[in-house]
T-cell receptor, first 111, second 111 residues
Framework: DQQVKQNSPSLSVQEGRISILNCDYTNSMFDYFLWYKKYPAEGPTFLISISSIKDKNEDGRFTVFLNKSAKHLSLHIVPSQPGDSAVYFCAASDRGSRLTFGEGTQLTVNP | DGGITQSPKYLFRKEGQNVTLSCEQNLNHDAMYWYRQDPGQGLRLIYYSQIVNDFQKGDIAEGYSVSREKKESFPLTVTSAQKNPTAFYLC??????????FGPGTRLTVL
């Protein structure tokens, strides 16, 4: 049972344009959501998070939107840069001691 | 510098052999985690530990074992019972329930 799903395995955008990465979840107990960025052969690094009491959180070029009724969150990167090319994982927490991760989306930003 | 170290970065094992992956952190974090990453499957939780001398199974614990004798250390043993051990293994730690910090990972290949 995949509780967190990232339906797009890959996304390709032009430098300077917007990148939108999507994530859906099924567990209504999830109350905190995170995005991680991962380069090949490295560990993931934290990017941005959002609590379920908010619907938007912004940090520089990165904005995360949460739609609780649709059980959907998205990460917007504006403007996209070639250095943003990486795998992006969304993760969710249900007040427990663990995170549940999605499958990841490979973002490629073309110069 | 505070952080999480994993060693070795690359590990080769013959079929039927047990192997232990090291994870050490100097962040003074209470909780530590082991994940496995396979292509297209995201991060799957193997084991986690919230305090010393205590640990819980994650979603794919079969064929693995752990110990938590010290706060700083959380080694993972991949036993011969693990049917498909070739993967990228990631260790993480956290001081709160949500934002996890990851090590650089160990690539295990079974020959």
């Amino acid at each position: 049972d995949q509780q967190v799903k990232q339906n797009s395995p890959s996304l390709s955008v032009q430098e300077g344009r917007i990148s939108i990465l999507n994530c859906d979840y099924t567990n209504s107990m999830f109350d905190y959501f995170l995005w991680y960025k991962k380069y090949p052969a490295e560990g993931p690094t934290f990017l941005i998070s959002i609590s379920s009491i908010k619907d938007k959180n912004e940090d520089g070029r990165f904005t995360v939107f949460l739609n609780k009724s649709a059980k959907h969150l998205s990460l917007h990167i504006v403007p996209s840069q070639p250095g943003d090319s990486a795998v992006y994982f969304c993760a969710a927490s249900d007040r427990g001691s663990r995170l549940t991760f999605g499958e990841g989306t490979q973002l490629t930003v073309n110069p | 510098d505070g952080g999480i170290t994993q060693s070795p970065k690359y590990l080769f094992r013959k079929e039927g052999q047990n192997v232990t992956l090291s994870c050490e952190q100097n962040l003074n974090h209470d909780a530590m985690y082991w994940y496995r990453q396979d292509p297209g499957q995201g991060l799957r939780l193997i084991y986690y530990s919230q305090i010393v001398n205590d640990f819980q199974k994650g979603d794919i614990a079969e064929g693995y074992s752990v110990s938590r004798e010290k706060k700083e250390s959380f080694p993972l043993t991949v036993t011969s019972a693990q049917k498909n051990p070739t993967a990228f293994y990631l260790c993480a730690s956290t001081i709160d329930r949500d934002r996890q910090f990851f090590g650089p990972g160990t690539r295990l290949t079974v020959l």
